[in-house]
């Protein structure tokens, strides 16, 4: 007998496009929200959430292919993001001259705020007549076959420093102090003393530039619930 894989009857996928609202339907096959199938009441935070939620972290990146991973818009994670969304970090990671000869280290922080969900659901008048006519096949490609359920805000940082010197250990000396620094793992102040001695050095020339995006509020983990 053949098998069957269950799926999840609520799942999150992570979203930065500013357009999903909750109660709005959402097609998995093509990652688009064609319609709102539902009416419901307005969603207040859930009380089981603990807060606001802020992390950060800073690595040392060894390749483009990374760069491009970690900042979300690599061939894994295509489909994750909205296009807007994609093609802004798309356009940074290539502000970031990453090159072989440099150092570079990443440097990402997030936000993210208490679930917000909808309450009594219901079904709207025009999603109503298509299931009465049992057209589920219109009734998928008006408002696909799940619904935003609840939406988890909140917003993103990147900054990429790329760190040179004519020894290529002085860089990566001024990357492991910088992300231990960034990490709270040294003193602070440590990487600028470090670096300032380096870049006066005619002998290393150590110099570091910086590339960021910021995309506040646009970060959003999708509650999704099937129809």
């Not at 606001?52 to 994670?77: F, P, Y």
């Not at 000396?173 to 620094?181: D, I, P």
């Amino acid at each position: 007998m053949p098998t069957t894989v269950p799926v999840d009857q609520v799942r999150f996928i992570d979203f930065t496009d500013a357009e999903p609202q909750t109660g709005m339907g959402f097609n998995s096959a093509t990652m688009v929200f064609p319609g709102t199938a539902l009416d419901f009441s307005p969603g207040s935070p859930d009380p089981a959430e603990t807060g606001q939620v802020v992390g950060g972290n800073a690595r040392i990146i060894n390749s483009h292919e990374e760069l491009m991973d970690r900042i979300g818009v690599s061939v894994a994670a295509s489909g994750r993001y909205g296009l807007a969304a994609a093609k802004a970090k798309l356009d940074f990671s290539k502000t970031t001259g990453f090159n072989s000869s440099s150092t570079f280290v990443l440097a990402e922080a997030s936000v993210l705020n208490p679930i917000v969900r909808g309450k009594n659901f219901h079904v709207n008048d025009t999603a109503s007549h298509l299931l009465t006519a049992i057209n589920l096949d219109g009734f998928k490609t008006a408002f696909g076959d799940s619904f935003v359920r609840g939406i988890k805000s909140g917003g993103e940082f990147f900054a990429v420093f790329r760190l040179t010197s004519l020894r290529q250990e002085t860089q990566q000396q001024l990357a492991g102090s910088l992300t231990g620094e960034i990490n709270g793992i040294v003193a602070a102040g440590a990487f600028s003393a470090a670096f300032n001695t380096a870049h006066q050095d005619v002998s290393e020339l150590a110099d570091v530039e910086v590339s960021f995006i910021r995309q506040p509020d646009r970060a959003r983990r999708l509650q999704l619930r099937w129809m």
